[in-house]
Each structure stands twice: as C-alpha cells, then as structure tokens.
C-alpha cells in the first residue's frame, strides 16, 4: 500500500472523557433525579466503545499494515510533547476512547500530538465564559464555530505533515468537527462507520 489512508473514528464521549465538565454535568443530573439517565447513557457509550475497539482492530489486521504504520491521532490531545502521559492519565480515569488509543501505542502504533495547544486553551476559555452553558448569544456561537473551523484546519495540516505513504491513520474526532474538508486528495478518508446526524 503506498496511499495514506486515514480512518476516522467518531468519538462518544463519556463523563470520564469530559474531566472535570464531566462532573459537572454528572452533579447537575444527580441533582436533578437523573442517575438512572445518567448511568442508562454510560452503560450505551460503554457498548458503542465495544463496537468501536472490534470494527477498529478488525479493519488494522485486514489492511495487514504492522502496528508501527499506524498513526493515532486524538481530538483534544495536544502537540506538546507530553502526549502519552495525558492520554495515560486519562485512560485512568475511565476513558474507553483513551483506553483504546493507549492500547494502539501499547501495541506499537505511533501516538500523535494533534491539536494545537493555544487553539485548545481559546475554546476552553470559550466555555468557561459561557459557565459551560449550552446555549449562548450568537456572538459566542459564531465564536465557538470559527475556532472549531481551526481546529479543523490545524488537526488537518499536523495530518498531512505527518501521515507518510504506505502508512495508516486512525482519527478520533468528535462528531461536531469536519476534518476531511480541510485535508487535501493525497488523504484517502475511510469512515470506520456512518454515523447518522
């Protein structure tokens, strides 16, 4: 194989992934009678993760690219150098999207710093201003979209500076970011599944 094939793999997100926002919006569901809700949610992302890790592995083996051509690239995981040590400490705290990226670089894929950092600290200023409300005025929405747009863009350009020929890329995104429309040809993008919106 000599094309760079790029997989993307939407991300669900549960509580452990959203650090402290998480236990947040767990305190506020609780508050609100909501644990049956709260854990009847967590037990669905835990099986979508069971669907996600079988679909992932399956498609690896069948390629037959050895695991040190595999690139993961992770939404939210920053170019810093210290790119193990995060997803490490967030594996810990019961991500099932971390535990498998962990995995992949345990099993010898290459794991790849992939957002840039100041971009990542403008949204997160961003939805501390909002008190991390979901619905805010239309100059924070457009704000919010914009900075989504570069982080597209710069998750887009780290892609194609680092994914060689002959390798493949695993892409954790979220479902509200639109990478492959900032990555030129040269990126075969394969869905590891539909996802309906």
Known sequence: MTEK??????VFHSLADLGSVG???EQQRAASGGDAVVRAQEARVEQLWDGIEQA???????TGVPMHQVRVYQDGLPVCGQERAIVDDVAAQGSRNYRLVAQLANDGAQLMGTESPELLKRELALHQS????????AALGDEAATLLRERDAFIARRIEATLQAGEIGVLFMGLSHDVPAHLGEEIHVRQLFK???
């Open 56 to 62: 992932l592995m399956s498609v690896i083996r069948f």
């Open 5 to 10: 094939v790029l997989i993307l793999v939407p």
């Open 195 to 197: 996802v309906d919106g």
């Open 130 to 137: 909002t008190g991390g409300a979901t619905t805010a005025g």
């Open 23 to 25: 236990e947040q919006v």
